[in-house]
C-alpha cells in the first residue's frame, strides 16, 4: 500500500513562501497522478494543484495559479509544492494525494492520502 507523508508546513507572516514536500513509501508512485488539496477548519477540502505521472500536464485551482508551483521527482518518489506570495487565506491543512488517474481534480478520484502538514499564514 502506498504511504504519503506530507512535510514543510509552517507558521510564517503573509507575503511569506513555503514548500511542502509529499514523500511516497513505493516505486507505484511515478505511474500515479499527484495532487495537493488543503482543508481549513470549518470548510470542505479544495482542490488546490495535481500533476501526471510524466510531469507534462499539471492542473491549478483557478484562484491559486501564479503563486503555486507543482513538481515531481520521480527517481525520489516525492512531489513538492512550493507557495509564494502567501496570505492568511491560504491557512489550511494541505494533504498529498494519489490517483490512478492521469490527473484529477476530483478529491473522490484519489485513492492515497497522507496525513496532512499544516499551514498558518499570519497577517
Known amino acids: 500500500q502506498v504511504q504519503l507523508v506530507e512535510s514543510g508546513g509552517g507558521l510564517v507572516q503573509a507575503g511569506a513562501s513555503l514548500r511542502l514536500s509529499c514523500a511516497a513509501s513505493?516505486?507505484?508512485?511515478?505511474?500515479?497522478?499527484m495532487g495537493w488539496f488543503r482543508q481549513a477548519p470549518g470548510k470542505e477540502r479544495e482542490f488546490v494543484a495535481t500533476?501526471?505521472?510524466?510531469?507534462?500536464?499539471?492542473i491549478y485551482a483557478d484562484s491559486l495559479k501564479g503563486r503555486f508551483t507543482i513538481s515531481r521527482d520521480n527517481a525520489k518518489n516525492t512531489v513538492t509544492l512550493q507557495m509564494n506570495s502567501l496570505q492568511p487565506e491560504d491557512t489550511a491543512l494541505y494533504y498529498c494525494?494519489?490517483?490512478?488517474?492521469?490527473?484529477?481534480?476530483?478529491?473522490?478520484?484519489?485513492?492515497?492520502w497522507g496525513q496532512g502538514t499544516q499551514v498558518t499564514v499570519s497577517s
Open positions: 500533476i501526471s505521472w510524466t510531469g507534462a500536464r499539471i
Open positions: 494525494a494519489g490517483t490512478g488517474r492521469v490527473v484529477s481534480t476530483n478529491p473522490l478520484e484519489y485513492s492515497y
Open positions: 513505493r516505486r507505484t508512485f511515478s505511474t500515479n497522478g
